[in-house]
């Protein structure tokens, strides 16, 4: 059958380069996108565009009918910082658009899902350094709340109805070609732009606030070998741990100054450090490495290379 690739949220940080990815892979045409705002001039000229709010089921029937549509990356979602201020919106954007997907998939109208899950699914009570895969889990935020329901949601529909659902659990992502938006990892992308416009920034965590942190490029290529694996080589269906590196703000702000010397970094910390208490040190994903091989390439020091080279003049 012919590949057609439907991308929900795909003006988003990580929507937009995995549409990029997935055309260059398969094909402009092979690969819509969908969000419920335009997204920038780039991402809209590569290829098909479509309006949608992925909480419209009967909008998302139509059109996955009409472009038979047989694979299906959700990637709308309100993220913790936001999702805290905006509880019951939370609660039904990241949930109904999952059961849309979910319920198309068990009625074969769709064939294989991406849905993305996060670290955020640990709580308080979780082992904070080299997380496990099962371990205590108990979030603490409603994004958290929202993340491990879906969880459980996914594993439920492939183990009850063979739904070929497949998960990551994303560590913060940082990304130059599009910002993030409304979430506690934020701040390790804002600080490379500040540190090139006014080599100052100010960080909403502490400086001793260690979390899991990947760059987008290993997301997109940990995404894609995922969903490339041999359904059979997919044990967990509920999510992946996956892991690159780990750093706080000061350790991040000592590898900017390595580029930009005058650069400088003050804290103010807010609600978010809450939520970033929360969450583990650094992630045990030896689960991703053995059943599809993952392993991450970058690591704080080509990371911070990469953004000032392409942020940068
Ligand atoms: N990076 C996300 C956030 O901070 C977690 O998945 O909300």
């Given amino acids: ?23 260059e ?29 992925a909480t ?8 996955i009918a009409y472009y038979e549509i047989n694979e299906v990356y959700l990637m709308a979602a309100m993220l ?70 879906g969880e459980r949601w996914c594993n439920y529909y492939h183990t009850k109805f063979g739904v070929d659902v497949r998960s990551v659990r994303y560590p913060g992502l940082i990304s130059w070609k599009t910002m993030p938006g409304g979430g506690t990892t934020d701040y390790a992308v804002e600080i490379y732009h500040k540190a090139l416009s006014e080599k100052s920034y100010t960080c909403f965590l502490k400086e001793d606030t260690r979390l899991p ?28 741990n996956l892991a690159a590196m780990s750093f706080s703000p000061n350790e991040i702000a000592t590898s900017i100054k390595n580029h930009i010397p005058d650069f400088e970094i003050f804290y103010k910390p807010d609600f978010r450090q809450d939520i ?24 704080l020091e080509r990371t911070t290379e990469k953004m000032l080279s392409n942020l940068g003049p």
């Fill in 56 to 63: 419209d089921f009967n909008a998302l029937e139509e059109l």
């Fill in 276 to 299: 970033a208490d929360s969450w583990p040190n650094s992630i045990d994903d030896k689960e991703a490495r053995r059943d599809w091989g993952w392993e991450a390439e970058f690591n």
């Fill in 1 to 23: 059958m012919k590949k057609s690739i439907l991308i929900l949220g795909a003006c988003g940080q990580i929507g937009t380069e995995l549409t990029y990815a997935l055309r």
């Fill in 213 to 240: 942190m990947m760059f987008m490029d290993d997301a997109i290529r940990a995404t894609l070998l995922l969903m490339e694996s041999d359904s059979a080589a997919i044990k967990v269906r509920s999510s992946y």
């Fill in 80 to 149: 913790s910082a936001t999702a805290e201020k905006f509880p019951m919106r939370a609660w039904n954007l990241n949930m109904n658009s999952l059961f849309n997907v979910l319920v198309l998939a068990k009625e074969k109208k769709i064939d294989k899902i991406f849905w993305p899950s996060s670290i955020a699914v640990f709580g308080p009570n979780t082992p904070k350094n080299s997380t496990p895969q099962n371990t205590i889990m108990e979030p603490s935020t409603v994004y958290g709340i929202s993340k491990q329901s």
């Fill in 25 to 53: 892979k398969y094909g402009s045409d092979t690969v819509i996108a969908s969000d419920i705002r335009e997204g920038k001039e780039d991402l809209m000229n590569s290829g098909p565009f479509e309006l949608l709010d």
